[in-house]
């Protein structure tokens, strides 16, 4: 029951925080045996709950011992299916036992359950996959062993990607890949546990890599996450659209990036250089990058810029109404998340959590001052009540409008005033496309 409750709870708020969250070969999950879900961990709390969304059963969770700390965060933890495990760079956690814990894996898994393990271990806001943890793969031999050969598990590799996991209304993608046996490993494992275990887990990173993206150091994934912001625009003509479209972006440059630094990396020092060189340009004008993917026609940008601001005096009194209704808690989620948050990785799940408390508490408290006042009727005041939240969106969205369209005016200033050097930064620009992407 508070599995269910929370299910929903937290999807909610995980709908309003990610604007886009696209699922890649769902069917892949399908299967009426037990499975273990393999993911990599860039996004803490929040990865579990992505999945635990996705999954129409309810999923069970190898989660670290240090949660489970005091009896009453142990009993209400284990009641969602949580099983706490002692790490080895942790210290043990009194009461938790990891032998005890696997049986408890082995038990769920035999009843044909889902085990979320996250091989990584620790969360970090990094696309490379880092060195996986052997435990998944004994997990799995030993059910198989337990029931020889006939368990009928099935281990499946996600990767999961965030255009950017800490911003609000950024986009995720979760990619399922073909689901992996243990199977022929059982006989080895009889006789050497550790090295099974070994080969198992390799195969496990394989199936994962090929759900991610990634780069061989944080250095180069922050060179080529510069480099898809700069490239990433909603005026290039492309058959995907939304959160497909910005992955298959991140996809292709990271793999021809990658190529780069392996076949030609003599080229990388030039890429740097003049990718440093837009970004600069770019902030000294105060351009968006994606505004020199247009063609710029003075006629066309007026008539957008004439009905943009017909738009945006029109919506004052609907973006008033969500501003007074929400700055309050949104101002004191945006003062308080930093100071209790530390790591990155953090953020979005914390934000989630409290934005479930705060916002409704803000809504109830202007209900019942509003009612107190003018005494509404039932239905008035249902409408009002909902109406604050939907408001609140469009009040962001509204504020993110007027931006761009400030940024547009801008840009159209700069094309009559200093045309020339707009045409210098987008043909510097082409030139990096050509640089990455005909090599």
Same mark, same amino acid.
């Not at 949660?67 to 495990?85: A, E, H, T």
């Given at each position: 029951? =508070? ?19 696209? +699922? ?10 037990? $499975? ?9 709390? !929040?990865?579990?709950? +992505? ?6 059963? *309810? ?10 700390? #005091?009896? @009453? ?10 099983i706490p495990i002692n790490r080895a760079t942790e210290s043990k ?7 005890? #814990? ?16 996250? *091989? ?23 059910? &198989?062993? $337990? ?8 281990? =499946? ?35 050497? *546990? $550790? ?16 759900? @991610? ?13 510069? =480099? ?14 939304? %959160?497909?479209?910005? %992955? ?8 021809? !990036? ?23 340009? @770019?902030?000294?004008?105060? %351009? ?5 993917? $247009? ?33 309050l808690p949104f101002q004191f989620a945006d003062y308080i998340i *930093? ?14 959590? @409290? ?20 005494? !509404?009727?039932?239905? %008035? ?5 909902? #109406? ?31 045309? &020339? ?14 640089? =990455?992407?005909?090599?």
């Amino acid at each position: 029951m =508070i599995y269910r409750l929370l299910k929903i709870l937290i999807g909610l708020g995980i709908k309003l925080y990610y604007k886009e969250i696209h +699922i890649k070969n769902l069917k892949g999950l399908e299967h009426d045996g037990p $499975r273990i879900l393999i993911a990599n961990h860039p996004n803490t709390l !929040m990865d579990g709950w +992505i999945l635990g969304q996705i999954c129409k059963k *309810p999923i069970h969770f190898m989660t670290k011992g240090t949660f489970f700390s #005091s009896p @009453l965060k142990s009993r209400f933890l284990r009641s969602l299916g949580m099983i706490p495990i002692n790490r080895a760079t942790e210290s043990k956690t009194q009461g938790v036992n990891n032998n005890s #814990s696997f049986d408890a894996c082995y038990e769920l898994l035999e009843s044909k359950k889902t085990l979320v393990i996250f *091989p990584e271990g620790n969360s970090y806001a990094e696309k490379v996959l880092r060195e996986l943890k052997t435990g998944t793969a004994r997990i799995a031999l030993e059910v &198989e062993a $337990r029931n020889k050969g006939l368990a009928n598990l099935k281990i =499946i590799p996600i990767g999961l990607i965030y255009t950017d996991a800490a911003k609000f209304r950024s986009s995720a993608i979760v990619n399922v890949g073909e689901s992996i046996t243990a199977i022929d490993y059982i006989e080895e494992y009889q006789s050497s *546990p $550790r090295e099974a275990s070994r080969k198992l887990t390799n195969e496990f990173r394989v199936g994962m890599e090929k759900m @991610l993206v990634g780069s061989s150091s944080a250095e180069h994934e922050k060179l080529v996450d510069g =480099i898809i912001e700069l490239l990433n625009s909603k005026y290039t003509n492309t058959e995907e659209k939304g %959160v497909k479209k910005e %992955v298959v972006l991140v996809k292709e440059t990271y793999q021809k !990036m990658n190529n780069i630094v392996i076949s030609a990396p003599h080229k990388l020092s030039e890429i740097t250089q003049l990718y440093t060189d837009i970004k600069l340009q @770019l902030h000294q004008s105060n %351009v968006k990058s994606e505004f020199l993917d $247009r063609n710029y026609r003075p006629l066309v940008f007026f008539r957008q810029l004439l009905f943009s601001t017909l738009y945006i005096i029109i919506g004052i009194p609907f973006f008033l109404f969500g501003l007074l209704h929400n700055i309050l808690p949104f101002q004191f989620a945006d003062y308080i998340i *930093p100071k209790i948050v530390k790591e990155i990785e953090y953020y979005a799940p914390v934000a989630v959590l @409290l934005g479930l408390v705060i916002y409704p508490l803000n809504y109830v408290g202007f209900l019942y001052l509003i009612d107190y006042f003018f005494s !509404m009727t039932f239905w %008035v005041k249902f409408i009002y009540f909902f #109406s604050m939240p939907v408001m609140g969106l469009f009040a962001y969205y509204y504020y993110q409008y007027m931006k761009h369209i400030s940024l547009k005016g801008h840009f159209m200033y700069l094309m009559k005033n200093e045309k &020339e050097k707009m045409k210098s930064i987008r043909k510097d620009k082409e030139k990096l496309k050509k640089m =990455i992407f005909d090599e």
